[in-house]
Every structure is written in C-alpha cells, then in structure tokens.
C-alpha cells in the first residue's frame, strides 16, 4: 500500500566530520525521478559521492552518498522536504491517477536592489538567494557612471512561501544584514503578467554561438574552450555498450573523470534519450575517475540493438560529461565578455548554482561585474541557458590578453566543475 510518508526519503547523517551523510528515497517511481533528485541535491551544495539506484518501473530505491562542496551549512530539513515533493504519492490513488494534471509553475518575483558598488557584491546577493531556497530565473544587472547597482533578480521559491511578508521580510533582513551599508534599498514584488523568466538573451554574433555550441570540440581544440594542460585527462572519457549479460536490458559502462553534477548530467541526458534506467551503481576509483554501470532500456521496454542507436547514445553521453557547460571570452564591441552556457533539460529546467559559481569564481579572482544577464537561446538541436557578464576592465587581469583570457575561462570552468 506504500510507506509512511516519513520513510519516503532518510537522511543518515555522517557519524564524523568528512564522512559522507546518506540519502535513500523509497518511493513509486515516475520517468526523471533519479534526474529530478540528482538535480535537488545538486542545488543543495552537495556532491555525490557514490550510488545505487534500482527500479522494477513501479517501485524506485535509491541510495546516494553526499558530502557538502563546501563549510557551508546545509539545511537537511528542507533537503528531505524538496526531494519528498519530488516523490510521487505513495498512496494508491497514485497508480489510478498518472495522468493527473500537472502542478503549477511557480510565481515569478522581480527583487530590485540598489546598491553602492563593490567587489563581489552580485556573489554575496547570490549566496544569500540560495541560502533562502530562492531559485534565480533571470536577472539584469546594471552598473552606473557614480558606481552604483541596479540588480533585478527574477525569482521563484522552491518553500512556495514567497508570497507571506514573513518570508519577504526573511528575504531583505538577510540581503541587508550581508550587504551592510552598502545596500541603498531592497524591494521586492510580485512579477507582472508580461514578465517572461526564460526570455531570450540578445543578439549573439554567429562566431561566438559556433564557438559555444559546436556539438564537437575535437582534440585539437587551442582557442577559447581549450582544457588547461593538467585538464587534458578529461579527454578519456569511455562508454562500452553490451547487450550480452542481460536478456532484457542494455548494459552501458561508463569510464570518466568525476566532476560536480556527474551523475545528474548522465541522468538528464538518459532522460532526454527516452532511455529508462532499471538498475545503476555509480563508484569512484582512487584516481579522481567515476566508474557507472547503468542497465537501460527504451522507453518501449526493449534493449538498444540498433548500432546506429548505441552510437548516438555513447557519443552524446561523452559530449554530456566532457563539456555539460561551455565557457568562453569573446569581445562585445570595445567591452570584455565571459559566456557561459549550459543545456536545458527537455522539461524546461536549467542547470542549478551556474550563476552562484561563475560570481564567486569571479570574486576570487577580484574581476567585477559591470552588468550581467541570463537568458534562453535555442539552436537547431536544443534549447540553451546563457550567462553574460560585461567584466569590468578595472582588475589585475589585463583582459585583452589571450593568457589572462585563458587563466579566468580556466578560474570559472574549475568552479563550475568542482575541481
């Protein structure tokens, strides 16, 4: 008949500091569920470590080993209540109703901030948005000629309590308390009906799309996404497809090197392949690479034998994990841009704390923002998310160089992927 909803997902906290905490959901299951959950603990701050998953496609066990990317403090509470609310019904009504209508989207939130400029301050706005559970849609960051910012940060909230003035009230208290005197004024409303969250980002010139969205980038790639010599090693990535050890399932083995996000990044492209996962278990070996063992099926119940079918799942799959998000700077007229893009799932959802790693990569490295913006840009093959960021040329970095250029592309793609 089910589980008691509290058993529906546990959180086993590590005994000691460094250990990993364990997270087991238990539940019907329902297509994406093992990207939906990838993705949560990925927004969390938490990196998975190792993991089993097992489904007969109407019961799911999962089980993932997680330890925080950082000090920061997670809030396990609300952890195991956003992935619960991932969980389909665990009630029996759930089997009868599948094709329930689908749940709202969440309201739109315009948050104006004006503030006295410094460096780091669109990071510190950030840390405190994802502190909140505040997902951020878009924004548009402004810089005036007397050193002042206008941010407008397009918002939704993953507690659904936005609309209360307590959680309003929550919201500047905090922003006011990190940004200090340097905040002028906070505001924070109800976005109107013309407001559209995944707007398109403007013109980009046809040389910097092929340079972010060219679907290969070969071996002998030197210009802006080339890999840092010690990078080189995420080159071998390698995916072995056997139809030999099971009757009904596609054994794909999968050989790379571990990054932030790995596992949600294969299981949102499987996802969007229409590729069921029966059963998988993810291990790390003591080189820094990843080890999966993923047995597959087609969305009709069957195994891949088609070689031309393999073939596209094996080579997407290498693109996924070898390039899941593109960084490159280009020239904007007189100005200095760093682009990042990431995919967006079929679903419609993007890549969680891209823009949270992209602003403290740039803090660290001392580089302000003189305006930033997000948005959606869809090519022939599939629909992207861009992150634009004029960078202000006042900095140690001599930015017209191709060295500098190299060392920040270099700085954020290492945050971006946990390195």
């Known amino acids: 008949?089910?589980?008691?909803?509290?058993?529906?997902v546990l959180i086993q906290k590590g005994k000691r500091p460094g250990e990993p905490h364990v997270i087991t959901v238990n539940c019907p299951d329902k297509t994406g569920l093992g990207c939906d959950i990838c993705r949560i603990i990925l927004d969390f701050g938490l990196y998975i470590t190792k993991g089993d998953i097992s489904t007969d496609g109407i019961w799911c066990y999962i089980v993932l080993w997680v330890v925080p990317h950082s000090s920061s403090i997670i809030r396990w509470t609300n952890l195991k209540n956003r992935l619960m609310s991932e969980c389909p019904s665990c009630s029996v009504s759930f089997?009868?109703?599948?094709?329930?209508?689908?749940?709202?989207?969440?309201?739109v939130y315009l948050?104006?901030?004006f503030c006295l400029d410094r460096k780091g301050l669109l990071h510190d706005v950030t840390q405190v948005l994802c502190e909140l559970e505040l997902s951020i849609q878009r924004v548009k960051v402004t810089t005036t000629p007397d050193g002042r910012v206008l941010d407008l940060f397009f918002i939704t909230d993953n507690r659904e309590l936005l609309h209360t003035k307590k959680r309003q009230d929550e919201t500047c208290e905090q922003l006011h308390a990190v940004l200090g005197e340097s905040c002028i004024s906070c505001e924070l409303q109800l976005a109107g009906p013309e407001c559209d969250c995944h707007q398109g980002v403007s013109s980009l010139s046809p040389v910097v799309a092929e340079e972010l969205f060219r679907f290969e980038l070969s071996d002998k790639e030197t210009r802006l996404q080339?890999?840092?010599?010690?990078?080189?090693?995420?080159?071998?990535?390698?995916?072995?497809?056997?139809?030999s050890l099971s009757p009904a399932h596609t054994l794909l083995q999968i050989h790379c090197v571990d990054h932030k996000g790995l596992l949600y990044d294969?299981?949102?492209?499987?996802?969007?392949?229409?590729?069921?996962?029966?059963y998988g278990r993810f291990s790390p070996n003591s080189q820094g690479y990843c080890d999966l063992d993923l047995f597959i099926q087609q969305k009709d119940g069957k195994k891949i034998v088609d070689p031309e079918k393999q073939s596209a799942i094996c080579s997407r799959l290498k693109m996924e994990m070898l390039h899941p998000l593109r960084v490159i700077i280009a020239n904007r007229g007189p100005d200095t841009e760093l682009l990042v893009a990431n995919p967006v799932e079929l679903c419609g959802k993007g890549r969680p704390r891209v823009f949270y790693?992209?602003?403290l990569a740039l803090k660290v490295l001392g580089i302000c923002v003189f305006s930033a913006e997000i948005g959606r840009y869809s090519t022939s093959e599939r629909e992207w998310e861009i992150y634009r960021f004029l960078l202000d040329e006042n900095c140690k970095f001599q930015l017209s160089s191709m060295v500098a250029r190299e060392q920040i592309v270099d700085r954020v793609r290492r945050a971006l992927m946990g390195w």
Do not use: E, H, W
């Open 95 to 107: 089997y009868f109703n599948q094709l329930s209508t689908r749940p709202t989207c969440s309201p």
């Open 357 to 359: 790693d992209v602003t």
């Open 226 to 243: 080339a890999l840092s010599p010690d990078m080189t090693k995420l080159k071998k990535a390698n995916v072995v497809v056997d139809n």
């Open 266 to 278: 294969i299981m949102r492209t499987l996802k969007d392949c229409n590729m069921k996962i029966s």
């Open 1 to 8: 008949m089910g589980v008691p909803n509290d058993d529906v």
């Open 111 to 113: 948050l104006k901030l």
